[in-house]
């Protein structure tokens, strides 16, 4: 089982280096990179080249991301993806415009080292730009056919897809993967409590406008998520 340090992105020592033959590299948790492995040797096999644009992610890395939200560095948009003002939100509705498109560090699932953004390298042109939006992932868009693969083929690797549907947290995200025998656990493992304690300690613009509303937090962007419709194999001995 991960510690709090691992649950909450602030220790690497449960993942490590995969590095693949095209030679670009992620960062993952061991059983889970082996099985994101077999999961891409098995789409190889059907003309898919599964690449991946994102796994593990550390606090650090997540807590940039939010910083430069918090301070007008980075654009800010609202649920419907329009611009929203920085200038006009106080530390409450910033928080929140900030969680519509970007974890709260400590509670991102990357941190587990079991979850994956992925695409299709074989459907882009070699001038196409990724972007990561629902759209290339619709049975209309570039990636049709991954998300068809997945669809039918994922569940025997053990992954499923936690931001599958819109339920009032995180939006659906269906190039996230996650590997189950760890993840679900994981989500069992990361309390109120082990993220509190992770938020307090941490040196976090908005921390005081966080802590006033974890508990919600907490639910909405934690919780909401799909469990996987097959059963757990054997807890992996981690
Ligand atoms: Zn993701």
Redesign the pocket.
């Known amino acids: 089982m991960l510690d709090a340090q691992a649950l909450t992105g602030r220790s690497r020592s449960h993942v490590q280096e995969f590095v693949l033959p095209d030679g670009s590299h992620f960062l993952a948790h061991a059983q889970a990179g082996e099985a994101l492995l077999a999961l891409k040797a098995a789409a190889h096999a059907e003309g898919i080249e599964l690449a991946i644009a994102?796994a593990y992610r550390s606090f650090e890395d997540q807590a940039r991301i939010w910083q430069r939200k918090w301070h007008g560095e980075r654009i800010l948009l609202d649920a419907q993806c329009r611009p929203i003002d920085h200038a006009c939100l106080a530390p409450d509705a910033l928080v929140e415009t900030i969680l519509e498109w970007s974890a709260l560090p400590g509670a991102s699932?990357?941190h587990w080292g079991c979850?994956f953004?992925i695409y299709d390298r074989a459907a882009m042109p070699s001038d196409y730009e990724l972007q990561l939006i629902p759209s290339e992932y619709a049975s209309d868009g570039i990636f049709a056919a991954l998300t068809a693969w997945l669809d039918a083929n994922m569940a025997r690797f053990g992954f499923f897809r936690p931001y599958d549907i819109e339920r009032g947290g995180v939006h659906p995200?269906p190039?996230?993967l996650s590997w189950a025998p760890l993840s679900v656990p994981a989500l069992a493992a990361l309390s109120p409590d082990v993220l509190r304690e992770c938020i307090t300690g941490a040196d976090l613009a908005g921390k005081e406008a966080i802590l006033a509303k974890l508990e919600s937090i907490y639910a909405r962007h934690v919780c909401r998520v799909a469990s996987p419709a097959f059963a757990l194999p054997a807890p992996p001995t981690i």
């Open positions: 994102s699932r990357h979850e953004d995200e190039w996230h």
